[in-house]
């Protein structure tokens, strides 16, 4: 039984195979589902205090015959398209362009929708010395502060805090098999084992495949991927993304405002009532 | 004058601190150390290393004498995940909780310099200072309560990020508690942080460094990824001092390095002028 009473489509995948299925090189990616979403879709750039982070694409285009801001996470197709887009892993920038967009829509009332994709933010030098710790701090603050509805789906990678700095929504759902952890199998073993070759057995632990989230009240919903995985068909893929978004954003745009941040504040909140550590110690709601 | 007066008698602990297991030798200066000695300084040895301190030498050393009243102390932290391997985190924690050990977060009210105040500490000891369920639970809720009763908060932290063995759930904790320090704001209610080594990951990435006013300890390191998970994914050298507090200093994430000694008097100071 889950919290939200949808019951996730069964599989015979090892957990492995789904991590290898998220992290899939022929995966649709963010970019391939927003052109089908939003064909109008128009691209915007920069934090608007000193760069742009191509690891996350930012835009508004016309979804639903509403004007939507979207931005999601872009792993790169090719090689040198991988290295310029840092295999979709967030610089500071990156937040700071999050915010700057997700302003923008509160100016204009657009609803926004997340695309979440990444193994990471960016564990190297430069992101520290840009203080990536503050901005991805800064952002989940500010999500909680946007009065316009946000719908977010993790598409294929979501890990750790570079993924949830995207990931403050009043709705969250997954792609079938996309994975979201508290870090990538790799880093937890690394952290658990200091080995990182241990990831088979920490992907295994992590409980962090589309059904464990679901079962534990994380995200609302599992969206089915055609047999074999999304990679076989872009188009099927996009449209059960697109009627499942679109579905969940219907009943937030009516909300008034205030309502809206009070349930965006008690979804995480209460995020983890149902295993909370004591009977004593669960949520008040 | 009154106030002047009454700064003064702010000393640079609380209380007495516990007694807290340390090298023979000052790791900073190669000095004998003299345990009663460093006590009564708080844990700075003359050379200026500052040795680390768990939550129970923290809240001795923030609250007036006899002024801590620890909340939510009796909730402990459940293995989730049936998490085994390496080893069985329900062990892990059984151990720490026989040792004395009282989850990674332990907060409550007491007072500072006459002025009442919620306080959060994390405690390194336990599985590395990291942010669970119940150490969530127990930042939002005193985050919330300060909230209702207008009382400043202050953060003690020292952690290496979230919980692998709570999962996904772990995670979600930098999202509740960063609605709370969102809350904290939006009311006025002031909110410092004292940033002590090491302070990481998923709490450098949430509420260790989105206080009003964020406070490093000499010597401290502070950051997003570890240096060690630094090399193996970019094969970068780091230099000297990286991720130190005189590093986030100079990069603008902190607002100042002080030393343990003169921190009491920085804290009851600013509780004095902040509303």
Known sequence: MTRHGRRPPQTTLSVWQVVELARHADRPYSLDYIRRLAPDFIELHGDRLSGDDPALVAGIGTWHDRTTVFLGHQKGRSLKERVARNWGMMHPEGYRKAIRLANHAAKFNFPIVCLIDTPGAYPGAGAEERGIAAAIAGAIMQWFRVPVPIVAAVIGEGGSGGALGMGVADRVIMLENSIYSVASPEAAASIVWRDNTRKVEAAEQLQLTSRDLLAMGVVEEVVPEPAGGAQTDFDATAAALDEALHRHLQPLLTQPRDELLQHRYERFRYIDSLVHAEPHFGPKI | ?275
């Open chain 2, 1 to 275: 004058m009154q106030l002047a007066k009454q700064r003064a008698e702010v000393r640079i602990t609380g209380a007495t601190l516990p007694p807290i297991p340390l090298p023979t030798n000052c790791p900073g200066c190669g000095v004998g150390l003299d345990q009663e000695v460093l006590r009564k300084h708080a844990y700075v040895c003359e050379c200026g290393h500052h040795f680390r301190m768990g939550a129970d030498a923290w809240i001795a050393f923030v609250a007036d004498r006899g002024t801590w009243k620890e909340r939510w102390g009796d909730v402990r932290s459940h293995d989730l995940l049936n998490w085994k391997v390496p080893k069985p985190y329900q062990a892990t924690i059984d151990q720490l909780a026989e040792e004395g050990l009282n989850e990674a977060v332990r907060t409550g009210t007491c007072a500072l310099g006459g002025r009442a105040i919620w306080l959060a500490s994390f405690d390194f000891r336990f599985v590395g200072g990291t942010l669970s369920i119940v150490a969530g639970e127990r930042l939002a809720r005193g985050m919330e309560q300060a909230v209702s009763s207008g009382l400043p908060y202050l953060l003690v932290a020292a952690s290496g990020g979230a919980r692998m063995q709570e999962g996904v759930l772990a995670l979600m904790q930098m999202a509740k508690v960063n609605a709370a320090v969102g809350r904290l704001h939006a009311a006025g209610v002031p909110y410092f942080a004292v940033l002590t080594d090491p302070t990481f990951g998923g709490t450098a990435a949430s509420l260790a460094l989105l206080a009003d006013i964020n406070i490093a300890e000499p010597g401290a390191a502070i950051g997003f990824t570890g240096p060690r998970v630094i090399k193996q994914a970019t094969y970068a050298d780091l230099p000297p001092g990286f991720q130190s507090a005189d590093f986030q200093l100079a990069r603008g994430q902190v607002d100042m390095v002080v030393p343990r000694t003169e921190l009491r008097r920085l804290l009851a100071h600013l509780l004095e002028i902040y509303p």
